[in-house]
């Protein structure tokens, strides 16, 4: 069974920062773009990063120079730094693949259980 796990988030002050970690597992057999997602409360879901398997990143304009996703694609994994943090970035964050598992022929979406990011002002 394919799996996202997010790690990485917590409480930080405004200015400071923070990494989340997301490692994808399971019976895959191959992994296209990865990225971020974040919803705040009230708000809908919305893209935050992502990266291709190819390492091409796409960024949501508030966060660019302020968060640098990367990808190692032997470890199915991503990460995204994020700096200079703002009360606005407060958030759940989502962990996203578009993967193939071994007992489909198609790539699928998945989704990873967030963590909460919380930055105080």
């Known amino acids: 069974q394919v799996q996202l796990v997010e790690s990485g988030g917590g409480l930080v002050q405004a200015g400071g920062s923070l990494r989340l970690s997301c490692a994808a597992s399971?019976?895959?057999?191959?992994?296209?773009?990865m990225g971020w997602y974040r919803q705040a409360p009230g708000k809908q879901r919305e893209l935050v990063a992502t990266?291709?398997?190819?390492?091409?990143?796409v960024y949501e304009d508030s966060v660019k120079g302020r968060f640098t996703i990367s990808r190692d694609s032997a470890k199915n994994t991503i990460a995204l730094q994020m700096n200079s943090l703002k009360p606005e970035d407060t958030a759940v964050y989502y962990c996203?693949?578009?993967?193939?598992?071994?007992?489909?022929?198609?790539?699928?979406?998945?989704w990873g259980q967030g963590t909460q990011v919380t930055v105080s002002s």
């Open positions: 996203s693949a578009a993967l193939r598992p071994s007992d489909r022929l198609s790539f699928m979406t998945y």
């Open positions: 399971g019976n895959i057999v191959s992994i296209g773009t």
């Open positions: 990266i291709t398997s190819g390492t091409i990143t």
